[in-house]
């Protein structure tokens, strides 16, 4: 049998940034998200015993604070990111505005981030990620500001998440193919597991929440009953976790559709901590991304925290649902 090399997640970003003759600074960026996440893995794995379930202000067996698991992995990714002088600014889904990291105001790079998204799962032991999206600054000349961080997707220069399931991958692109590292716990080692991941062009999944079918517009209804037909002949199947990197991590390896459509109008999922960083990695490993009229990555954000609707998945599925919704489209 073939020997495969096993080759860390260090040596991986080292070798890239050789070939690419990056300066390092991106490389350092990495590195802390990785630290990021293997100190957020470790508390995922011993959340039940660690008791920080629950809501903050509880107090623990030792007297301390009881802080919220999403809550201590927003300030796990803030801590890492400050450390390595790289980053000037990061914005995260739970805070409403961006921290300025005041010991690298010529940091290089603005990381925005969901530190633990689907946490409406962490207490049922449900796969939960965390997803991160870096951009080059734009202007070094002066210092960066809030507006800095709304950025076009198609602008990334990097992206990511980390889904803590049975085991816990990091997936990232910097726009040179999608690769996954799973985490070695005993090691605290991220191996590279998931060379060049490309997403079957073929459609095996959709995954949408049900129960808001009736609050979908009428063209996005249509186009489910019409996806619902097919799937008997076509042999799609639907899943559905509730975590977003969850189900998205499994549609990419195996061809899926995830649709968040508006609700009754109003859209959930956030451009710039969700629905960028996974557009910019799908498109990377052959998908596509829309908020059913436009490419995920053309949107031009105007506030930090706006949501869009995304149905991402296989080009093909993509384009289909384009043009339905804009054929069917009521007055
Ligand atoms: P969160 O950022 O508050 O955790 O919400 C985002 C999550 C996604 O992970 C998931 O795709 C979606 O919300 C599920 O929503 P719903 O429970 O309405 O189906
Ligand atoms: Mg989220």
Redesign the pocket.
């Known amino acids: 049998m073939e020997r495969k090399e096993i080759i860390t997640l260090e040596e991986f970003i080292i070798q890239r940034e050789k070939a690419e003759e990056g300066s390092g600074a991106f490389s350092q960026v990495l590195r802390d998200i990785a630290l990021a996440a293997r100190i957020i893995h470790f508390h995922v794995n011993r959340a039940g015993l660690e008791d920080i379930l629950g809501s903050t202000g509880r107090v623990n067996v030792q007297g301390e604070e009881v802080q919220k698991l999403?809550e201590f992995a927003n300030e796990v990714f803030r801590k890492a990111l400050s450390r390595g002088g790289q980053v000037c600014m990061v914005a995260s889904?739970e805070d409403e505005e961006p921290t300025f990291i005041e010991n690298a105001p010529a940091g290089k790079y603005i990381v925005l981030y969901?530190p633990?998204?689907?946490?409406?799962?962490i207490d049922v032991n449900v796969p939960?990620?965390s997803i991160f999206s870096i951009y080059q600054r734009k202007d070094m000349m002066r210092p960066v500001q809030k507006e800095d961080a709304l950025r076009k997707g198609v602008e990334q220069i990097a992206a990511g998440y980390i889904i803590y399931g049975s085991s816990t991958l990091l997936v990232y692109t910097a726009g040179n193919g999608v690769n996954g590292f799973t985490l070695d716990p005993s090691y605290g080692e991220f191996f590279l597991s998931h060379p060049n991941i490309q997403m079957p062009s073929k459609l095996k999944y959709y995954s949408?929440?049900d129960?808001?079918f009736n609050k979908f517009s009428p063209e996005v209804q249509r186009y489910i009953e019409d996806l619902r037909k097919r799937a008997v002949e076509e042999k799609i199947s639907s899943r559905?976790?509730?975590?977003?990197?969850?189900?998205?991590h499994r549609n990419l390896l195996k061809g899926g559709l995830?649709m968040?459509p508006a609700?009754s109008g109003k859209p959930?999922?956030?451009l710039l901590?969700?629905a960028n960083p996974m557009a910019f990695i799908v498109e990377q490993a052959g998908g596509a991304a829309s908020d059913g009229t436009q490419n995920i990555l053309t949107i031009q954000p105007q506030q930090l925290h706006q949501r869009v609707p995304l149905f991402i998945g296989p080009k093909d599925e993509i384009q289909k649902i384009q043009s339905y919704l804009l054929t069917h489209q009521t007055a």
Do not use: Q, T
Not at 240 to 248: Q, T
């Open positions: 999403d889904e969901d633990l998204d689907g946490s409406s799962n939960i990620g949408f929440n129960a808001n559905y976790v509730g975590s977003l990197v969850a189900d998205f995830f968040y609700v959930k999922l956030r901590y969700e």
